[in-house]
């Protein structure tokens, strides 16, 4: 499996930015994708989650109303919509497919890091006050 991530740079307070991650390697719309992030000296945490058809999403907290997750089956690429960008977004931002035991798994919401793995290298997002 490969994971491609991009569309990160440096934003200021308040902006926008559209991340990509396109995957090649398995049957993309079999798998529910989620994207995280992991801010220097800090933890992992999930940021948003879409199932395999792209009909549910699921947020952290912190996200709900300023981030959007869709995707593109047609395309093998899930996107995330980042708005209202704050500082405490800064971080590497990474995306992976849901675990190959998972695939077209109902359950949801199913938005834990130990659902998924074959994490890309990610993509930085910096935004500045």
């Known amino acids: 499996v490969q994971v491609l991530e991009s569309g990160g740079g440096l934003v200021q307070t308040g902006g926008s930015l559209r991340l990509s991650c396109t995957i090649s390697?398995?049957?993309?719309?079999?798998?529910?994708m989620a994207w995280s992030r992991q801010a220097p000296g800090k933890e992992r945490e999930a940021v948003a989650c879409i199932n395999h058809s792209g009909l549910l999403t699921s947020y952290g907290e912190s996200e709900k109303g300023r981030f959007t997750i869709s995707r593109d089956n047609d395309k093998n690429t899930v996107y995330l919509q980042m708005d209202s960008l704050k500082a405490e977004d800064t971080a590497m931002y990474y995306c992976?497919?849901?675990?190959?035991?998972?695939?077209?798994?109902?359950?949801?919401?199913?938005?834990?890091?130990?659902?998924?793995?074959?994490w890309g290298q990610g993509t930085q997002v910096t935004v500045s006050s």
């Open positions: 390697g398995l049957r993309f719309d079999y798998f529910d």
């Open positions: 992976a497919p849901a675990k190959k035991e998972l695939a077209l798994g109902g359950l949801w919401p199913r938005c834990g890091l130990s659902d998924f793995d074959s």
